[in-house]
């Protein structure tokens, strides 16, 4: 019984092993807009923003209104200021 619940919870680990390995592709591109609003409220969140460490640092930048969120009129003039990277496509 121990072997097949092993078995079991190792099969279920395998999809996030390649989640994993894409990952670390994406962290030389940059993030794009879409990819970083998670909830897709379309403003990025401080929270949201962690997942990209170059983004994140330029989070206050981008954040020309204060309001603690980045929409995406205030990401594009920062993609285009060289705050954060530019989305792709």
């Keep these: 019984m ?4 092993t078995l079991i919870a ?3 680990l395998v999809p996030l ?8 592709g994406h962290k030389d591109k940059g993030k794009t807009f879409t ?8 403003r990025i969140s ?3 923003a962690a997942v ?5 640092d330029k989070f206050a930048n981008a954040d020309v209104n204060r309001d603690g969120y980045v929409d ?3 990401y594009t003039h920062a993609s285009a200021s060289g705050h954060p990277k530019a989305p792709a496509g």
């Design 35 to 42: 990819t970083l609003d998670v909830n897709g409220d379309g």
């Design 72 to 74: 995406e009129q205030e």
């Design 52 to 56: 990209d460490a170059q983004f994140s």
């Design 17 to 24: 092993a390649g989640v994993a390995i894409a990952g670390d």
């Design 10 to 12: 190792c099969a279920a």
């Design 46 to 48: 401080v929270n949201e």
């Design 2 to 5: 121990k072997k097949i619940v």
